[in-house]
Nanobody, 121 residues
């Protein structure tokens, strides 16, 4: 059983910062990519940032240098540092972890339950 749990969301004023965390736990062999997605009101879920097992990063165009993704492989955790937040960043932020449960298993995606980020103007 694999669990993916996000934390760190909350209410912040425009211009403020938040740091999201996401930890994978349970029985698995290895973690490949880890990433953050978000769903803002009235929109579909969209990619925010990805980080590979080799720590290569990929960001959505709208991030514009405001967000930084990082990971700690010793803790099976991925972080999203969000600075200069704007009301348009309000939404539910989801973590996705791609991992293998065994050495011979295919890589599968596991999602967290989401954490709410609200940016007030």
């Amino acid at each position: 059983q694999v669990h993916v749990v996000e934390s760190g969301g909350g209410l912040v004023q425009a211009g403020g910062s938040l740091r999201l965390s996401c930890a994978a736990s349970g029985r698995f062999f290895s973690i490949n990519s880890m990433g953050w997605y978000r769903q803002t009101p009235g929109n579909q879920r969209e990619l925010v940032a990805l980080i590979s097992s080799g720590e290569r990063t990929n960001y959505a165009d709208f991030v514009k240098g405001q967000f930084t993704i990082s990971r700690d492989n010793t803790k099976n955790t991925v972080y999203l540092q969000m600075n200069s937040l704007e009301p348009e960043d309000t939404g539910v932020y989801y973590c996705k972890v791609q991992l293998r449960t065994t050495a011979w298993a295919a890589s599968l995606d596991y999602w967290g339950q989401g954490t709410q980020v609200t940016v007030s103007s």
